[in-house]
């Protein structure tokens, strides 16, 4: 019998109404009583460790919830988090990187409905993250209606359907039909040799995020460089191209980066990859030294910009970071 520990961290799946909406209240105890099945297949020991709606989880919370992983890793087969689908993403992503080179399944999941509601989709979420925990499979993943995705290529995609989480320009990792799971990659990590598990989570917070909309006047970048951000992803236009017409951005931009400021840049566009180097409007971005998103999910990318600060100064070291694939994250090449 496999040995799992339940972390619960809040979210709908353990809500109930509050005197302002929803709020989490239901305890880890309470939840595996509503899991009778899981009981009989699985030895599991629980514990509560936030209480949170994930919009109030921030990159404090995705340390403290590494820092459990971490302790209790060699003692289980696998880990699953409850956790609120909204930033769910982000936590998934952030957890990616900070846990190196995981080699056991560590399943993020929640519910668009409370799990004493009718209509729960939160029993069947836990179940896909139980029998996510059965096959072995490694990394991070999110375990939601019937899907199992990785971590770092999941965005949330639907305020109010079950089927919330999609993974964005990669394949599942599985899926649930009627005869159980089916695996299509075991191992989210694209190393060849398994190298050992280890914590890195220092993280800078000092990263913020850009839409950019047809008229964005240059000078947001002066006001960014002024409150001493280290990192700015830019989400761009299309394939990738930004305007340098009449509004220029691109002198602001080569002023960030020769301020020693890692910018990253992606497309607004959610599906497949951006490519700077096919218009004009996006090789003048390349030229000042802004760094390409290739495929990766803009969730993936502010954590791994906050994540890559934390490892380093060094602008280079920097871009180094986003040339490398840490848990299937990115396409490279
Ligand atoms: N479905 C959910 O879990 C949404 C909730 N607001 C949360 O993210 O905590």
Redesign the pocket.
């Known amino acids: 019998m496999k040995k799992v520990l339940l972390l619960t961290t ?4 353990a809500a109930r109404n509050g005197e302002q909406g929803l709020v989490p209240d239901i305890k880890c105890q309470d939840i595996l009583e509503m899991l009778p099945e899981i009981k009989g297949c699985f030895e599991v020991d629980s514990q509560d460790i936030l209480n949170l ?3 109030n989880v921030q990159p404090e919370e995705w340390q403290y919830i590494a820092e459990i992983v971490t302790e209790n890793l060699a003692l289980y087969d696998g880990i699953i988090i409850t956790h ?4 769910m993403a982000y936590t998934a992503s952030a957890l990616s990187y900070m846990l190196q080179n995981l080699d056991k399944p560590v399943i993020l999941t ?3 409905i409370p799990i004493e509601k009718m209509f729960t989709d939160a029993k069947r979420n836990l179940q896909a993250a139980f029998a996510a925990v059965n096959t072995d499979i490694k990394g991070v993943a999110i375990a939601f209606d019937d899907k199992i995705i990785n971590g770092c290529r999941a965005v949330k995609v639907r305020t109010l359907g079950f089927n919330a989480f999609e993974s964005i320009s990669a394949p599942y990792v599985g899926e649930v039909y009627a005869d159980g799971m089916h695996v299509y990659r075991k191992d989210m990590h694209p190393a060849k040799e398994q190298k050992p598990f280890c914590l890195k989570k220092e993280l800078c917070t000092d990263v913020f995020l850009l839409k950019l909309i047809p008229g964005t006047n240059p000078e947001i970048f002066d006001r960014l460089l002024d409150m001493k951000y280290r990192g700015i992803v830019i989400e761009a236009f299309g394939a990738g191209g930004t305007h340098f017409e009449r509004r220029n951005l691109i002198p602001k931009l080569h002023k960030l980066v020769e301020n020693g400021i890692s910018i990253v840049a992606c497309s607004q566009c959610l599906y497949e990859k951006s490519d700077f180097s096919m218009y004009e409007v996006g090789q003048k971005l390349l030229e000042c030294g802004v760094i390409p998103g290739r495929d990766m999910t803009t969730e993936a990318i502010v954590t791994k910009l906050m994540w890559a600060l934390g490892q380093t100064k060094d602008p280079q070291k920097i871009r180094e970071i986003f040339d490398t694939d840490y848990a299937g994250e990115v396409t490279l090449g």
Do not use: C, F
Not at 10 to 13: A, E, L
Not at 84 to 87: A, E, H, L, N, P
């Open positions: 809040g979210g709908t799946i709606d994930s919009s609120g689908t909204d930033t929640g519910a668009q």
